[in-house]
């Protein structure tokens, strides 16, 4: 069974730092692009960031430069550093698995998904 598992969620301090990561079992991840997106209460699910196969990542505006994205491809990992977080970064983060190598922003694109870690940051 395909699995996502993410942790590294918690409750933090406006201006502080987590890192989230995201484990695959179940088969290998390695020729998938990887996605993190997030969802507000009452919101819809929002792109975070991308990293395709290669190592490639792009992110959505709200968090460049702060948080940054990257895979381990033999542990079959991904992980989600998130710096300098803010209030408005509160929300359900999810891991998801590609249909294709390459980083994409849609959801659509996305067929496999974990169950959620929540990021919560005071002010």
């Known amino acids: 069974q395909v699995q996502l598992a993410e942790s590294g969620g918690g409750l933090v301090q406006a201006g502080g730092s987590l890192r989230l990561s995201c484990a695959a079992s179940g088969r290998a991840f390695s020729n998938n692009a990887m996605g993190w997106f997030r969802q507000a209460p009452g919101k819809e699910r929002d792109f975070v960031a991308t990293i395709g196969w290669s190592g490639s990542p792009y992110y959505a505006d709200s968090v460049k430069g702060r948080f940054t994205i990257s895979r381990d491809n033999a542990q079959n990992t991904v992980y989600l550093q998130m710096n300098s977080l803010k209030p408005a970064d509160t929300a359900v983060y999810y891991c998801?698995?590609?249909?294709?190598?390459?980083?994409?922003?849609?959801?659509?694109?996305?067929?496999?998904w974990g169950q959620g870690t929540q990021v919560t940051v005071s002010s």
């Open positions: 998801a698995a590609a249909r294709t190598p390459f980083r994409n922003v849609a959801t659509p694109e996305y067929d496999c």
